[in-house]
């Protein structure tokens, strides 16, 4: 199955708690890609060919093709290649969660601790996605599990931002920093409840994130998940038995 870069949100920098869309790339259709692809039958020896390989090799990974990684290896691709953003066929194939493509880069050698351009790594692509599978397989293979970007953000904080509850409590099992803040002061906690994950703040609070602390604008979590209209996450911060059943926001507010 394709993976567009146009759903490749996290080739954003993650600065606060949100994105912009000025970076979202997105790959050839599979059509295109199969249509381009009967070039890897054969060796290339040209070396001004390769990085048209290289390239190649990163929507290979975006179309779950394993076949093709290797293939396209086996002519002298860069495992390590990287796109306009330096984001490199592991980092594509992690946040897709195409196992087969992950599993046969790992193999051959591809390094889990590469950053792109934003300094995010395969890790934080897969946490941001939710994909629970390629995280464990990059944790088990040496990925540092609270690597962060340029600015701060760990893969657990992209996990929470997203909602990605089974993300969040593989990375907390495998020893995450519960309080890592970014340089916006963001931390799991805050991120969350910004985005409104009531789970995703049951889980962290129950692994005892604190709940006071506050980000750079003196924005504690229940005081986010309040002015983005999230009353079920506030009143569950706050504390109130009744969380499950505080009012929701009107349909026509702009959370």
């Known amino acids: 199955m394709s993976c567009p870069f146009v759903a490749f949100l996290l080739l954003q920098r993650l600065g606060d708690y949100g994105t912009s869309n000025s970076e979202l ?20 020896t040209n070396e001004s060919e390769r990085n048209m390989d290289d390239q190649s090799l990163i929507a290979a990974a975006s179309h779950d093709d394993a076949a093709a990684v290797l293939a396209l290896l086996e002519r002298g691709a860069k495992v390590d290649a990287v796109n306009e953003n330096g984001s490199t066929p592991l980092m594509v194939s992690s ?19 590469a950053t792109n351009a934003a300094g995010k790594t395969a890790l934080m692509f897969a946490a941001g996605a939710g994909r629970a599978a390629a995280i464990a397989m990059l944790l ?15 893969a657990l904080m992209s996990a929470a931002l997203g909602g990605h509850l089974e993300a969040v409590t593989l990375l907390l099992g495998r020893g995450a920093n519960i309080e890592a803040a970014n340089e916006n002061g963001m931390t799991a906690l805050t991120a969350a409840a910004f985005g409104g994950h009531a789970a995703v703040v049951t889980a962290l609070l129950e ?24 009353a079920n996450v506030a009143a569950l911060l706050a504390g109130l038995k009744d969380a499950e059943n505080a009012p929701l926001p009107d349909e026509d507010d702009d959370l």
């Open 207 to 230: 692994r005892g994130a604190k709940k006071e602390v506050s980000d750079n604008n003196g924005m504690t979590a229940v005081k986010l998940a309040e002015q983005n209209g999230h």
């Open 25 to 44: 790339r997105e790959f050839s259709s599979p059509s295109r890609w199969r249509k381009g692809a009967s070039h890897l039958l054969v060796p290339n």
């Open 140 to 154: 088990d293979n040496a990925a540092h599990v609270d690597a962060a970007t340029e600015n701060g953000t760990t």
């Open 95 to 113: 946040f897709c969660g195409h196992a087969a493509v992950q599993a046969a880069l790992i193999h051959q050698g591809a390094n889990v601790q």
